[in-house]
């Protein structure tokens, strides 16, 4: 076991360094090939390499004002499939889109049920008219992002107040992807935890789309509560003591939520009572998935989720994310930090 620990080290050490020097050519304007720098490299780590350096150059060229696409890479390097490709493509995206929205003030954080609390009547949008999603009457926009919009709405044979989350339409390229998004709330469905925001139904939309009702949570997310206010060193035990035993009741149903961060757990204005949001990105332990796919957020990552090492997450990845939420709650800032995705990543 020493022997290959020892060997795997030895081998990120080997990939670290050649990234390292990769990195500095591009800083320095020296045009670097991915190419050249693949001639002597093991055979066993050549493709961690090839990944790794076509996320600096994406990064780098995306940063430069270029628009790269999923077809130059394939043509130069036909060993990679185009979903690694993409999956490279989506971290730049993501980061960009992030840095975008925390630059734009008052941009609204999509999560599933965040809001400030209605009246006992709610005027709805004048704009939107009489628009229904089933029995459920829109009213107002509460959030919108990447991924869909998140509508608060009402439930006109419960008469409750309730957020409904619509996925856009590009991610319902065909049927299997809404049968997939069904099963990822029929899961998040069958948590019964009081620290978890609840699902209450799922629908369809004429165009074959699917969308989530969920509880409204009136209140704000954590992110926004640590931009107003800091909270003190016992809140912030108290509320990651909660948030911890929520995850674990996930964790006891081999469900692992890959995406914990302050901007998804939730803060009842009315209590305190702190919800754990957002299971989008959830996977069961058993479910197969593929190397070298990378999911989460950067900054909030594992180092596992971060090498795209799908086969050893589990609950604990969770757990680290959430020592990064409780490291930036006592210190004020992030442990990891980075002008690029992959330099945060490395």
């Not at 999923?70 to 490709?85: G, H, K, M, T, W």
């Not at 939107?128 to 044979?157: K, T």
């Not at 629908?203 to 209140?219: E, L, P």
Request: charged share 25%; glycine share 8%.
């Amino acid at each position: 076991m020493d022997g290959d620990y020892s060997e795997s080290l030895a081998a990120a050490r080997r990939v670290d360094a050649c990234c390292d020097e990769f990195e500095l050519a591009l800083a320095t304007g020296k045009s670097p090939q991915i190419e050249s720098f693949l001639t002597d490299v093991l055979a066993s780590e050549r493709q961690t390499l090839l990944l790794e350096l076509l996320g600096l150059e994406l990064d780098f060229r995306v940063a430069r004002g270029e628009q790269p696409t999923v077809d130059d890479y394939a043509n130069r390097f036909p060993e990679l499939s185009a979903e690694q490709i993409q999956t490279r493509f989506a971290v730049i995206s993501d980061t960009q889109r992030s840095k975008e929205s925390e630059q734009v003030a008052g941009t609204a954080t999509v999560v599933m049920s965040v809001g400030t609390e209605p009246s006992r009547t709610v005027e709805p949008d004048p704009k939107l008219g009489d628009q229904r999603l089933g029995r459920y009457r829109l009213l107002r926009l509460l959030g919108e992002g990447a991924f869909g919009r998140v509508w608060l709405g009402q439930d006109a044979d419960l008469q409750r107040y309730v957020a409904i989350k619509v996925p856009t339409p590009e991610r319902f390229q065909k049927p299997e992807d809404a049968e997939a998004y069904l099963a990822e709330a029929r899961t998040v469905a069958g948590l019964d935890h009081p620290h978890i925001v609840p699902v209450h139904d799922v629908g369809r939309t004429d165009d074959g789309s699917v969308y989530v009702v969920s509880k409204f949570i009136a209140g704000c997310t954590l992110k926004d509560r640590m931009t107003d206010e800091t909270p003190t060193f016992e809140e912030s035990a108290r509320l990651l003591a909660t948030v911890a035993q929520a995850l674990h009741h996930a964790h006891q149903q081999r469900l692992i939520h890959r995406d914990v961060k302050p901007a998804n757990i939730l803060l009842e204005e009315a209590t305190g009572k702190p919800y754990v949001a957002d299971f989008g990105m959830a996977i069961r332990e058993e479910d197969d998935l593929q190397n070298g796919q990378i999911a989460g957020t950067p900054a909030y990552m594992s180092p596992e989720q971060a090498r795209g090492e799908g086969h050893r997450l589990d609950g604990r990845s969770d757990i680290f994310s959430l020592g990064v939420v409780f490291y930036e709650l006592l210190t004020g800032t992030r442990p990891f930090r980075g002008s690029t995705a992959f330099e945060l990543l490395h």
